[in-house]
């Protein structure tokens, strides 16, 4: 019963997730979490120090840890089986592999119909860089730079800390993970309040990064794509990008496809100097981002296997 109790709601979460995907019209832990960072860095506009963003820091995983383990122990004094119900929702609202899949889909689909406006709209839902700069070439890069990144970020890295602390963990890491989407920029607005949410990020998916690098690389050779070459460009380039994670999974995608990604990229209306990750052994297209799309979730499926073993090892240890 222990090991279900582990388990279970991790493999119903994903499960959720595969089929249903983000519910945009319910209430979302993620988009609360992104409530109070930004009511937070509201009431902070004339003290932007590094001191303030700690202090944000210490309240938004405070504020997790507050509500999600509140309503786990809640649930659990009233049944076993509630608290395997709401955990698994938990782990589900945590996981975001339907909605990256969907909204990068939607790139593709645009760009298919030789739609470059729409397929421009779309990719700007799920980047950051300025996109108005854009050919059709660099849409579709960016879209494929996206799935590749938040392979981690959005799937593997909380599977990660699931099987290290179940449904908490996972919140407790996407709070995170969501500070440094919305403070951790290299702006004059946001360099010194974002530090530490940056820092902190950057040292909770250093594993989880490399892990899911790694894995993808076992993904690439079942998808039958390059997976000797996605070896050999995660060796050279996983260190081409300004943070220590991001550039790792990309890496591991442009080698198994084939494709050069990341360079230089616009943000805020200014120009960012980056390296190029891969080699460009053929043009991309659209269907590069259903490519990357089965890497990502043969890659979340070793995951979590992984993450089950090792969750089921920690509840008979505990």
Known sequence: ???????????????LDTIIGD???????VRLMGSLIGSLDQ???????????????????????????????????????????????????MLAARCLCNESEKVRKFAENGDVEGARKA????????????DEAGILRAAVETVAENTSDGVTAPLFYMALGGGLGACLYKAANTMDSMLGYKNEKHREIGFFPA?????????????????????????????????RIWRRDRRNHASPNSA???????????????????????LHKKPYIGEDLRPIEPEDIRRANRLMYVTSLLMLALTCVVRGLIGGLL
């Open 1 to 15: 019963m222990k090991l279900l109790i582990k388990i279970l709601p991790i493999l119903l979460g994903f499960l």
């Open 23 to 29: 519910p945009y019209r319910m209430p979302h832990p």
């Open 43 to 93: 009431k902070i506009q004339k003290r932007r120090t590094k001191r303030s963003g700690l202090l944000i820091v210490i309240c938004v995983l405070c504020a997790t840890l507050a509500a999600a383990g509140g309503v786990l122990w809640l649930a659990s004094v009233v049944s076993v089986w509630l608290r395997i119900a709401v955990e698994s929702v938990l782990c589900y609202y």
């Open 123 to 134: 990719v700007s839902m799920i980047v950051g860089r300025d996109t108005a700069v854009l």
């Open 199 to 231: 820092k902190l990020d950057d040292v909770l998916n250093y594993i989880p990064s490399r892990l899911t690098a790694l894995l993808m690389i076992a993904a690439s050779f079942l998808c039958r794509y390059d997976a000797k070459n996605a070896w």
């Open 248 to 270: 790792q999974t990309e890496a591991v995608c442009a080698g198994a496809l084939g494709l050069r990604l990341a360079g230089d990229a616009w943000y805020f209306g200014e």
